[in-house]
């Protein structure tokens, strides 16, 4: 059984970083037949794909345009976890945040869903 | 941008059938996807690639795609499914996309 646990502080100031955390059990983050992705949600925005890092002989990384300039993805092979880094946040970035996996060794965009979840982690944004 | 449209609310009476649709131009090309979501709870995956039910999904749940629009059925409806629908594809740029999300209101 996948089980995903994020971690992360709440609350972030504006043009500050927002981090956050992804510990996996049940599965591999360097799995080859999985992609770990971030999706935020929030009254204004509804449910938003941010990115995924997935491993395929080496390490990949998709990212949603609206947040590609200030988007990191980064697995950590140690700890079997992978992290978000968001830049430059504003108010507008509050929202609850989720990791997810993405199963299956295809990693074409227009076949990837989302089997398991983290539990949520709202992060708000604001001085 | 790609959007997928949804209806914000159906409701149905206990044992009937609820069918939420999820319309999108590029859905003929693409595979569709379905999320429930309670209150205060993460989204789960009932419906992959337009009509595939994961384990464990109970059989009540079924989807279906016809042209631009594709259709999450659940036949003979309970209190328990009571909650929010998001159908997921993705545009031909390479971007992940959702619904806005249909309330499901059990009577």
């Known amino acids: 059984q996948v089980q995903l646990q994020q971690s992360g502080p709440g609350l972030v100031k504006p043009s500050q970083t927002l981090s956050l955390t992804c510990a996996i059990s049940?599965?591999?983050?360097?799995?080859?037949?999985?992609?770990w992705n971030w999706i935020r949600q929030s009254p204004s925005r509804g449910l938003e794909w941010l990115g995924r890092t997935y491993y395929r002989s080496k390490w990949y990384n998709d990212y949603a345009v609206s947040v590609k300039s200030r988007i990191t993805i980064n697995p950590d092979t140690s700890k079997n976890q992978f992290s978000l880094q968001l830049n430059s946040v504003t108010p507008e970035d509050t929202a609850v945040y989720y990791c997810?996996?993405?199963?299956?060794?295809?990693?074409?965009?227009?076949?990837?869903?989302?089997?398991?979840w983290g539990q949520g982690t709202l992060v708000t944004v604001s001085s | 941008s790609y959007e997928l449209t949804q209806p914000p609310s159906v409701s149905v009476s206990p044992g009937q059938t609820a069918r939420i649709t999820c319309s999108g131009d590029?859905?003929?090309?693409?595979?569709a996807y379905w999320y429930q979501q309670k209150p205060g709870q993460a989204p789960v995956l009932v419906i992959y690639?337009?009509?595939e039910r994961p384990s464990g999904i109970p059989e009540r749940f079924s989807g279906s795609s016809s042209g631009t629009t594709v259709t999450l059925t659940i036949s003979g409806v309970q209190a328990e499914d009571e909650a929010d629908y998001y159908c997921?594809?993705?545009?031909?740029?390479?971007?992940?996309?959702f619904g806005g999300g249909t309330k499901l209101t059990v009577l």
């Open positions: 997810a996996r993405g199963p299956g060794a295809v990693v074409v965009i227009t076949e990837s869903y989302f089997d398991y």
């Open positions: 590029a859905l003929p090309k693409q595979y």
């Open positions: 049940g599965d591999s983050v360097s799995s080859n037949s999985a992609a």
């Open positions: 690639k337009d009509s």
């Open positions: 997921q594809s993705a545009d031909s740029s390479g971007t992940v996309v």
